[in-house]
C-alpha cells in the first residue's frame, strides 16, 4: 500500500514536521498537525490534560472515572479503559452540530464524550445489546444530562434480524453474537435484534463512525456500506485484535476490506497529535484511524484547527 501524499493535504501553515516512515521495518512516517485555536477550548483542553496525566488504572472492581470538563462515568465492570489517542481524536475532530455513530458503546466512554463535544445540535446513536451494560451506559448518560444521545438495544450487523448474543456468560466472557471458543457455561444465548447502520441513519450526515464489537467489526462494517461509499463518508475509529480471529477475520483483512471502499488506515498519536500512516497500524493501537480518500483534506483540516491545552 502507498503512502499517501500527506504533505499535500493541508496547506503549508497547517503542517509543523513530518517524521520517519510507517512499515514493516519500524519506522514511521506521519503529520504533526500545527495546532489552531479552536471554540470551546475549556472542555476538550481539560479533557485532553486529564486523558493525558492519567496513571495506572487501580485494580479491577467497580469505579468511577473522571474524563475531565465535568464529565464522568460509572464502570460497574472494572475494565473499561480510556484510549488517549482515540478519544484524542474525537476531542480534535468533532464539532458542534456532528452525528456520531457508536457500535459497541459498553459503558458509554465515547457515547458520553461525543455528546458533549457535539451538543444539542448533534446527535449519537449508541448501540449497546448487553442488558447487563446498557443500564449502566444510560445511568452514564443521565448523569452528564446528555439527551441528545439515543440508545439502541440492538447489535449492529449487515442485515436485519434476530441473532443469538452471549451476554459475558461464555467460557471467553464476551459479549457478543457466539464465535469460536464462547461455549456457554451457564444459561442460553439471547435473541438480540440486529440492525445495519445504513438502516439507522439512512441519508442523514454522519460525522464519525467508532466500531467495536468484540471481533465483530467486519460484519458491522457491511451493514454501513452505503455510507461507506458515499461522497462525503465520515472518517472510522475501529477496534483491531486478536478477537477477529474468533470469526475468521484479522487486522490485516480488515484493512484490505477498507482499502476496497478507498479508506486508509492510519495510528492518530492523541498525545503528540501526530497522525501516521501504517500498512500495520494496529501494532501500533488497538483503535485504528480510517481515513475516506475523498474527504481525507477535510478531516486533515479539522485536526489542525484544534489546539492543544495550555
Known amino acids: 500500500m502507498n503512502t499517501p501524499a500527506l504533505n499535500e493535504a493541508l496547506p503549508g501553515s497547517a503542517l509543523h514536521a513530518m517524521v520517519a516512515r510507517a512499515d514493516n521495518s519500524g519506522g514511521r512516517t506521519g503529520i504533526l498537525l500545527k495546532p489552531r485555536e479552536f471554540g470551546p477550548k475549556e472542555l476538550w483542553g481539560e479533557i485532553a490534560a486529564a486523558i493525558r496525566n492519567r496513571g495506572l488504572w487501580p485494580a479491577a472492581g467497580a469505579r468511577e472515572i473522571a474524563l475531565g470538563g465535568g464529565l464522568t462515568l460509572w464502570d460497574a465492570t472494572g475494565r473499561a479503559k480510556v484510549d488517549p489517542h482515540a478519544l484524542g481524536f474525537l476531542l480534535r475532530y468533532l464539532s458542534p452540530g456532528d452525528t456520531v455513530v457508536d457500535a459497541g458503546a459498553n459503558i458509554g466512554i465515547y457515547s458520553v464524550l461525543a455528546g458533549a463535544i457535539v451538543g444539542p445540535e448533534g446527535r449519537v446513536e449508541a448501540f449497546e445489546p448487553s442488558p447487563t451494560l446498557r443500564p449502566c451506559l444510560e445511568e452514564n448518560l443521565r448523569r452528564n444530562g446528555l439527551a441528545n444521545v439515543r440508545v439502541h438495544a440492538r447489535l449492529v450487523g449487515g442485515r436485519q434480524m434476530i441473532d443469538p448474543f452471549v451476554d459475558g456468560r461464555s467460557l471467553t466472557g464476551r459479549r457478543r453474537i457466539p464465535a469460536r471458543g464462547d461455549r456457554l457455561h451457564r444459561g442460553a444465548p439471547l435473541p438480540i435484534a440486529s440492525v445495519p447502520i445504513d438502516d439507522v441513519l439512512q441519508s442523514r450526515p454522519c460525522a464519525l463512525v467508532h466500531v467495536d464489537v468484540a471481533g465483530y467489526e467486519l460484519r458491522a462494517l457491511e451493514g454501513a456500506e452505503a455510507l461507506l461509499r458515499r461522497t462525503d463518508a465520515p472518517p472510522l475509529l475501529i477496534a483491531m485484535d486478536k478477537a477477529l480471529a474468533d470469526y475468521g477475520h484479522s487486522p490485516r483483512r480488515l484493512v484490505g476490506w ?21 500498512a500495520e497500524p494496529w501494532r501500533l493501537n488497538r483503535v485504528v484511524v480510517a481515513l475516506p480518500e475523498r474527504v481525507r483534506n477535510l478531516v ?11
Open 258 to 278: 477498507l482499502a476496497a471502499r478507498r479508506y486508509d488506515t492510519y495510528f492518530y498519536d492523541g498525545i503528540y497529535h501526530l497522525l501516521i500512516h501504517s
Open 300 to 310: 486533515l483540516h479539522r485536526l489542525a484547527q484544534r489546539s492543544d491545552p495550555g
